[in-house]
């Protein structure tokens, strides 16, 4: 339930929120909507801009798909076009075609942009824009036939105007998100989710002028914010466990000032542990022990140093009140079991489980007259680390 809540309490729904509030204290008048709709597009630039600058290429397509389909339905497009019913003959394709994109791209692997791989994903799209401007040259209604089928023998367009099979498009796509987030707990994957949300309520109120450069530019806006979240995540925190990563830990110590203490954390015989139970399995273990580690009370908070070590830091606290906090992290990840599946067995045919468990040795120092630098505490913890293996490790020295 919690991961549930979590879910929808991330910054695109809340972006979703202020955009949905705010849509209906809008006035509605022409200057308004050409501003909004400009700048939709400003912003869907942006987006594309950015995502191929960190090679986000998922977000770069579903960019496109925004500006392409806001501009389908546009007035523009009729004008430019000289079919005055574009819009509305594509309305009911774009509904059904654009949550089933949005779901296949946000599967996608990022695999670059403008290279072979790119242009197979530029093919997708254009296969799909060239089906429907053939069907709409030619007149031929059957070729959009299924985009108007009905499964349900009730009548909803008293409740909306999408499309059954639309309907069932935007409800698979979203349902599928949400469980593969709720595995992977992808911030991406929660903003494609939103991104679904908002275009879907531009498409229920397109007849109203300011629906779709409101809504759709919501969805741009979350995957500009998405992109800058990834760039941060992949600067700052450990690709493998989550935690903060050295850059992060060398921007904490430019912090601290006064009192703290500093503690370096070590797996025990990490070596001998990998190499007897394999590098994934090794690598199964860092992200459990930093589980335990992001737990940490006493107000302290750990980084990932590198390899098998970590480095806790406790601002404003004597290393006396800080040493109970790192006993009790001791203690717990010694206690904290790791179920590991060997090869299956011959006779049950099944993966055979047994629990491992690991300890960590603890050396931590503060700031002192002696220590007076991050660099000397740091030092002086690696020292204090290097007594508590020489003691037989599974122990915090000082």
């Not at 099979?165 to 911030?187: E, M």
């Not at 590198?306 to 009140?321: K, N």
Request: charged share 20%; proline share 3%; net charge positive.
């Amino acid at each position: 339930m919690a991961n549930i809540l979590s879910g929808f309490t991330t910054i695109p729904f809340g972006v979703l929120v202020v955009i949905f509030i705010a849509y209906f204290q809008m006035p509605v008048n022409d200057a308004l909507f050409a501003m909004l709709d400009s700048s939709a597009y400003i912003l869907y630039g942006a987006g594309m801009i950015l995502s191929w600058w960190f090679n986000r290429s998922r977000v770069f397509f579903i960019t496109m798909l925004l500006a392409l389909s806001q501009y389908a339905l546009s007035g523009t497009a009729a004008a430019d076009t000289g079919i005055a019913a574009l819009p509305a003959v594509l309305y009911p394709v774009l509904c059904t075609l654009l949550p089933m994109n949005i779901f296949v791209f946000s599967l996608l692997k990022e695999r670059g942009i403008f290279n072979t791989w790119g242009l197979g994903r530029f093919a997708i799209i254009l296969f799909q824009v060239f089906y429907v401007a053939m069907a709409i040259t030619a007149n031929d209604s059957t070729m959009l036939s299924f985009f108007h089928k009905e499964f349900l023998a009730e009548d909803l367009s008293c409740i909306t105007k999408i499309p059954q099979v639309a309907l069932l498009a935007y409800a698979a796509a979203f349902l599928l998100l949400f469980i593969r987030q709720l595995k992977t707990r992808s911030r991406l994957d929660r903003t494609f989710a939103a991104v679904l949300v908002s275009t879907m309520l531009g498409l229920q109120w397109q007849a109203e002028p300011l629906a779709l450069p409101v809504f759709f530019a919501a969805a741009g806006i979350m995957l500009i914010i998405a992109v800058i979240q990834d760039s941060y995540s992949m600067a700052y925190l450990d690709e493998l466990t989550g935690l903060p990563a050295r850059r992060a830990l060398k921007e904490e110590l430019m912090k601290l000032r006064g009192e703290y203490t500093i503690a370096m954390v070590d797996i025990d015989f990490f070596k001998k542990f990998n190499d007897t139970y394999g590098h994934d399995t090794g690598d199964d273990v860092l992200c459990l022990v930093a589980t335990v580690l992001r737990k940490v009370t006493g107000g302290g908070k750990a980084f990932r140093y590198g390899g098998e070590e970590f480095t806790i830091v406790f601002p404003h606290t004597p290393l006396a009140d800080a040493l109970p906090h790192l006993e009790k992290l001791r203690e717990a990840i010694e206690k904290t079991p790791y179920a590991y599946r060997g090869k299956r067995a011959h006779k049950t045919k099944k993966k055979a489980t047994k629990k491992l468990f690991v300890t960590i040795s603890i050396g931590a120092a503060e700031r002192s007259e002696k220590h007076a630098e991050t660099h000397e505490v740091i030092k002086a913890a690696d020292t204090a680390l290097y007594r508590a293996k020489k003691k037989g490790r599974n122990c915090v020295s000082k």
